[in-house]
């Protein structure tokens, strides 16, 4: 079966402070992958995704970008981190349909 | 543009029957889809719906007119742990099985 694997689970960083969050897929092959944002209180917001290696698709103007080093990995960055990035970051994979997300990852720009 | 609507907040008693109603307005149309969001916590997936009508899974349904732009998501025999919120998601057009979500409905279910 698929597991998908996110981490940290939380994160503290100081403003200006760089960023890295990793996503790993287990169990498939070739999979869209997707970082979302989730403010407090809001709903989910599409940043990045991918369809494949190297292939990166940004969706929003912003502070972070993305990589995907390889076919089941996800990488979210940022070289400097400001207030507004705190959020739930949760990434997610799909073959064909439907998105299934990772336990996210809470981060706090102090 | 493209937009999703749903109601911010619901409230329903332990044991009633309670409706999620979801409006969409998008650029292409590829399905839509409900994923339930405890606090804190990553959302799960629940149903799809593609063509029209009604799909159902044990205490959950969910609805699809596609000519109205309207879905709704109905939770039969509530109880306590469904109180959580309720995502409405849209997957537009192309095939990068992106899905656009609306801002969610949370449900709060009293004794």
């Known amino acids: 079966s698929q597991t998908i694997h996110q981490w940290p689970a939380t994160l503290v960083q100081p403003v200006g402070s760089p960023l890295s969050l990793e996503c790993t897929v287990e169990g498939t092959s070739n999979p869209n992958l997707y970082w979302y944002r989730q403010a407090a209180g809001r709903g989910l917001q599409l940043l990045f995704y991918?369809?494949?290696?190297?292939?990166i698709s940004s969706e929003v103007p912003q502070n972070l970008s993305a990589s995907r080093p390889q076919d089941r990995q996800f990488i979210l960055s940022s070289k400097k981190l400001l207030l507004s990035d705190s959020g739930f970051y949760l990434c997610a994979w799909s073959v064909r349909s439907p998105l299934h997300f990772g336990n996210g990852t809470r981060l706090t720009v102090t | 543009g493209q937009n999703i609507d749903q109601p911010t907040e619901m409230t329903a008693t332990e044991g009633a029957i309670v409706q999620i109603n979801c409006t969409y307005q998008?650029?292409?149309?590829?399905?839509l889809f409900w994923y339930q969001q405890h606090a804190g916590e990553a959302p799960t997936f629940l149903s799809y719906?593609?063509?029209?009508g009604l799909e159902e899974k044990g205490r959950f349904s969910s609805f699809l007119s596609r000519s109205k732009g309207y879905s709704y998501l109905l939770l039969k025999e509530l109880q306590m742990k469904d109180s959580a919120s309720y995502l409405c998601?849209?997957?537009?057009?192309?095939?990068?099985?992106?899905?656009?979500f609306g801002q969610g409905t949370t449900l709060q279910v009293k004794p």
């Open positions: 998008t650029s292409g149309f590829n399905g």
């Open positions: 719906n593609v063509l029209d």
């Open positions: 991918s369809v494949g290696i190297g292939q």
């Open positions: 998601a849209v997957h537009g057009s192309g095939n990068t099985g992106k899905l656009i």
